[in-house]
């Protein structure tokens, strides 16, 4: 049988988990050996505080699972007032920091359970209530999770719109999920400048009847316009309900299965899919997978740097680590604001000791050169992540020896808006690193690779990343949309939910993923990764980032043509594009060289820092680009096709 995907590159690289973090580790070897069921069984009845406990772990009637069935919870009293009623209301649940200069927050789960409490009364009396759909469009701040926490109170299943989207995929959205609700605020910090979000809010409810209040909260004080009777601020909103004395809003008992939110994410057509995620089985596998992975102690000071508008950070700044109790950073803005040094400004000052990004920031970092982090004291670092690419070996090396001081384990971890949760993962205590692999499924998750016809793909082999069994916060569907749920997840195996992801299983038994199958280039009858050929362009000590794609060739199918992004300010040259060749030539194979390289000084992105390959198989074809509106600078594509137009070919 024939690979569905070739690999070639080898990385011999390999680091086990050093003794002492191994011995003092939350996650120890023999997880591996605990039965599934058993597995999440005992996680769902210890790691969450249950109203009324659940008589049935999970029903399986593919394509849906139901997990802890007969259970009764609520999100947010597991996130916040179980933990002050243990006696931990002193603890800091957020360190939240402004971008301006010195705008600081501690926020203890004392204060979190105040702020939330009212301000969930505060939405009772605009009506909000069990079942009703509220929609949420804002920045960093630390009302942001308080919105989340409140609706989750109040049983109102929410959509969080990441502040970086436009008008008109705020009202897409709004519109689909039918919210009655918006909470907004009046402007963000980003970079030094306002980003306009009231503005835009108004613009999006323009098209968007549903919506019949929307909450306004203050913060950069610019001026907005405040629609009669229908906006509201939000310091207006609780000082009305605020009476005298401690205020109280019981937490809504809900079903395991109820609605906690919907998150859309963008797929091949340019209607957005509403993720559905549900109450216990989100809230325990997010929990689950943080404990362990993150090694989350009672005095860890937690970052994951993602934003809260993205999944990365509904499981893992808001409900995995507040459910654990975790003392976790907020930071609002850019990490070259002021300066190129302000992540590592924030680590120092709050001594954070679990790092969670992504592979885009860090290669930015890279390209910044390691200069700025070694300013600062990064010393309480013991642990790094990362999520959301494939993370070429040369970042992940320069992320242990720039941030990690050489010495802290990084785990790469994979999973999607989809799968809610982190699947396929190291444990840092246990599992033997090796950069650029996502080692193995989690404890209690059933991952294969599988080739076309469905069988599974030898040690070494590329092929198709498939889950076999459901797992605790696996969607529950797109919301209003059945069949393209059928469609897009369960039409390739039938009982297999398919990933869209291309991944190989070396001999160890441990994954790497390979990036999306529809990015998969096809030269001379070889199927080739694309994360394969970045990553060693990526090795060349020159080269910053670099993002490759597949154009149509008359001789070989497909031919590679790779954008490069140099260190410093290096504009590139015909002998450096030469080097490059070789340089692939040497570490993959003569077939894998690139037929052209295009120097430039930016990749195009999405605005969660995804490279958009599919625009950079527009350029190469010179066709006109497809949808660009999830580009985060369209001006980068732009300027590419200028390049591209220019550019020299190799014959
Ligand atoms: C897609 C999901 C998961 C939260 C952020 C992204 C890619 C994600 C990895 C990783 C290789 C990864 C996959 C996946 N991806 N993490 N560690 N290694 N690829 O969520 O926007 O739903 O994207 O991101 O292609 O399918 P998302």
Redesign the pocket.
């Known amino acids: 049988m024939p690979q569905a995907i070739e690999t070639m590159l080898l990385e011999e690289r390999r680091y086990p988990p050093p003794e002492p973090f191994a011995a003092q580790a939350n996650a120890q070897p023999d997880i591996y050996e605990r039965d599934p069921d058993e597995f999440w069984e005992t996680e769902g009845r210890g790691r969450v505080s249950w109203f009324q406990s659940f008589d049935r772990l999970y029903e399986w009637e593919p394509p849906y699972a139901r997990w802890y069935l007969g259970g009764k919870l609520n999100v947010c009293f597991n996130c916040v007032d179980r933990h002050v009623e243990a006696g931990r209301g002193d603890k800091v649940a957020f360190l939240w920091e402004g971008e301006p200069a010195g705008e600081r927050e501690e926020i203890t789960f004392g204060d979190l359970l105040e702020r939330v409490v009212r301000f969930a009364n505060g939405l009772k009396s605009v009506g909000v209530k069990k079942g009703t759909p509220v929609g949420i469009y804002m920045g960093m701040v630390p009302e942001l999770p308080v919105a989340m926490l409140a609706c989750a109170r109040l049983g109102a299943p929410h959509t969080v719109v990441f502040g970086g989207f436009s008008a008109e995929s705020l009202s897409d959205r709004l519109n689909d999920m039918g919210c009655e609700v918006l909470i907004t605020q009046d402007e963000g910090w980003r970079r030094g400048a306002r980003v306009p979000l009231k503005r835009n809010a108004d613009e999006a409810l323009a098209a968007s009847p549903g919506v019949r209040h929307s909450v306004v909260l203050r913060r950069t004080g610019g001026d907005v316009a405040m629609a009669e009777g229908r906006d509201i601020w939000w310091h207006d909103l609780v000082g009305r309900v605020q009476g005298s004395g401690p205020e109280t809003c019981p937490c809504e008992p809900m079903d395991a299965e109820d609605l906690l939110y919907l998150l859309y ?1 963008s797929g091949t057509t340019a209607k957005p899919k509403g ?1 559905v995620h549900t109450t216990a089985g989100y809230l325990v596998g997010v929990a689950t997978t943080h404990h362990y992975i993150f090694d989350i102690k009672p005095d860890s000071v937690y970052w994951c740097a ?1 934003d809260i508008g ?3 950070g509904h ?1 893992y700044i808001v409900y995995g680590p507040l459910c654990n109790g975790t003392t976790g950073v907020i930071y609002e803005g850019t990490p070259d604001y002021p300066d190129k040094d302000r992540w590592w400004e924030i680590i120092e000052r709050y001594k954070v000791d679990v790092l969670y990004t ?2 885009t920031a860090i290669r930015a970092h890279m390209k910044w050169g390691p200069e700025y982090a070694q300013k600062h004291d990064l010393s309480s670092l013991r642990l790094l992540g ?6 070429n070996p040369e970042a992940w090396m320069w992320y242990r020896e720039h941030i990690g001081a050489g010495k802290t384990p990084v785990v ?8 809610g949760m ?1 699947l ?2 190291p444990l840092p205590g246990v599992t033997t690193l090796k950069p650029g692999s ?1 080692t193995r499924p989690f404890p209690g998750i059933d991952a294969a690779v599988l080739n076309e016809a469905g069988e599974e793909v030898g040690p070494g082999g590329g092929g198709y990343l498939v889950l076999r069994r459901p797992w605790p916060a696996m969607l529950r569907g797109i919301y209003n949309a059945p069949e393209r749920y059928v469609e897009t997840y369960w039409s390739k195996y039938g009982d297999a939910y398919f ?3 291309g991944a190989r299983i070396d001999e160890d038994g441990d994954y790497w ?1 390979l ?2 199958v529809d990015d998969v280039m096809n030269v001379s009858g070889h199927r080739i990764s694309t ?1 394969e050929v970045e990553s060693a362009l990526v090795d060349h000590p020159k080269v910053a980032e670099s993002a490759v794609c597949g154009r149509s060739d008359p001789q070989t199918g497909q031919a590679i043509v790779a954008y490069v992004t140099l260190k410093g300010s290096d504009p590139g040259s015909v002998e450096m594009m030469e080097e490059l060749r070789a340089h692939v030539g040497r570490k993959i194979g003569a077939i894998a060289k690139p037929a052209n390289v295009v120097f430039t000084p930016e990749l195009p992105k ?1 605005r ?1 820092g ?1 490279i958009m390959r599919r625009l950079l198989r527009d350029v190469a074809e010179h066709r006109p680009l497809g949808d660009t509106t999830t580009l985060a600078d369209p001006t980068v594509v732009e300027e590419l096709e200028t390049r591209a137009n220019t550019e020299q070919t190799e014959e």
């Open positions: 994410t993720i993602a993205w999944v990365t499981s992504a592979p990362s999520v959301g690419e494939p993370i790469d971890t994979w999973w999607q808006t989809e799968t982190i396929i993962t996502a990933a869209g992801d993923l990036g999306r994360i999405t969660s995804k």
